[in-house]
T-cell receptor, first 113, second 114 residues
Framework: GQQVMQIPQYQHVQEGEDFTTYCNSSTTLSNIQWYKQRPGGHPVFLIQLVKSGEVKKQKRLTFQFGEAKKNSSLHITATQTTDVGTYFCAGPRAEAGSYQLTFGKGTKLSVIP | DGGITQSPKYLFRKEGQNVTLSCEQNLNHDAMYWYRQDPGQGLRLIYYSQIVNDFQKGDIAEGYSVSREKKESFPLTVTSAQKNPTAFYLC?????????????FGPGTRLTVL
């Protein structure tokens, strides 16, 4: 079943406003990945976080991994219309020996010009 | 250019017919995956393969079958036993099957069963 919860499911922002999506797991994650899917497109890998408390930045995007490695967030500063899409987090299954990633249900971002 | 190709982009089938979705990669990746995407449901794993001639069921394998006879190819058959086959199907691959490897996705096939 679903092991990675992502909120909110939808977010509408005015262009220039900030945006944050959160990813939570009931178990400790060895790593977490973030993907972006543009409307009508396919998921594209953005970044991976591995260390406790890790923070990584990609231009206006800031990714954080919690100290307990059970949660993560993606923050976009000053959104632009090019940020439109669905953002997914993905973490490893909790089962021993599993090679599967579990994806969150995603946060769909709409940016109003 | 290296990448993953899926064909066709749109597919229409009548209820009760089996249909096979193509997935080819030239990235020399060992691991390949099939996901199903429905609105509001995220990505759900159907089948995955860590290596040629080997594959495992994912969360929603019922009504689907796969084969992995070649490293670069991982076709998915949607059988008539799949109760609600209309969906967006995504194929992905990664260098290895470890979960710290990023997954590369194909453009997807949108299947509509009439």
């Amino acid at each position: 079943g679903q092991q990675v919860m992502q909120i909110p499911q939808y977010q509408h922002v005015q262009e220039g406003e900030d945006f944050t999506t959160y990813c939570n797991s009931s178990t400790t994650l060895s790593n977490i990945q973030w993907y972006k899917q543009r409307p009508g497109g396919h998921p594209v890998f953005l970044i991976q976080l591995v260390k406790s408390g890790e923070v990584k930045k990609q231009k206006r995007l800031t990714f954080q991994f919690g100290e307990a490695k059970k949660n993560s967030s993606l923050h976009i500063t000053a959104t632009q219309t090019t940020d439109v899409g669905t953002y997914f987090c993905a973490g490893p299954r909790a089962e021993a020996g599993s090679y599967q990633l579990t994806f969150g249900k995603g946060t769909k971002l709409s940016v109003i010009p | 250019d290296g990448g993953i190709t899926q064909s066709p982009k749109y597919l229409f089938r009548k209820e009760g017919q089996n249909v096979t979705l193509s997935c080819e990669q030239n990235l020399n990746h060992d691991a390949m995956y099939w996901y199903r995407q429905d609105p509001g449901q995220g990505l759900r794993l159907i089948y995955y393969s860590q290596i040629v001639n080997d594959f495992q069921k994912g969360d929603i394998a019922e009504g689907y079958s796969v084969s992995r006879e070649k490293k670069e190819s991982f076709p998915l058959t949607v059988t008539s036993a799949q109760k609600n086959p209309t969906a967006f199907y995504l194929c992905a691959s990664s260098v290895g099957s470890a979960t710290y490897n990023e997954q590369f996705f194909g453009p997807g096939t949108r299947l509509t069963v009439l």
